[in-house]
């Protein structure tokens, strides 16, 4: 199976930016479309971006969209999410997943390959 390791969280102001990463081991990245959820204390894991497995295709949450960017490097087995105007209300654990059931993509039930989660705080 497939491994999955995120990174790049961290503490950041409000209306900053920040760049999260998901490598990926064991199994070739391209042969997943790919997502990030996120977890907020005392909420359920939401969906926030998805993109094709070719990195043709992605759409958004609309709670993220014009501020975050779903990106992949199949080369590099690495998939991307760009965060622009963060804000209070992003501060959660992210996780990356790697998409296992068609017509699934925005729920939680599209995917049995999870990183361990990096955690982003967004300040006042």
């Known amino acids: 199976q497939v491994q999955l390791v995120e990174s790049g969280g961290g503490l950041v102001q409000a209306g900053d930016s920040l760049s999260l990463s998901c490598a990926a081991s064991g199994r070739p990245l391209s042969n997943y479309a790919m997502a990030w959820f996120r977890q907020a204390p005392g909420k359920e894991r939401e969906f926030v971006a998805r993109?094709?497995?070719?990195?043709?295709?992605?759409y958004g949450a609309d709670s993220v969209k014009g501020r975050f960017t779903i990106s992949r490097d199949n080369a590099k087995n690495t998939v991307y999410l760009q965060m622009n105007s963060l804000k209070p209300e992003d501060t959660a654990v992210y996780y990356c997943?790697?998409?296992?059931?068609?017509?699934?993509?925005?729920?939680?039930?599209?995917?049995?390959?999870w990183g361990q989660g990096t955690q982003v705080t967004v300040s006042s």
């Open positions: 997943a790697a998409e296992t059931r068609y017509g699934l993509g925005r729920t939680v039930q599209g995917y049995d390959h």
């Open positions: 993109i094709s497995r070719s990195g043709s295709s992605t």
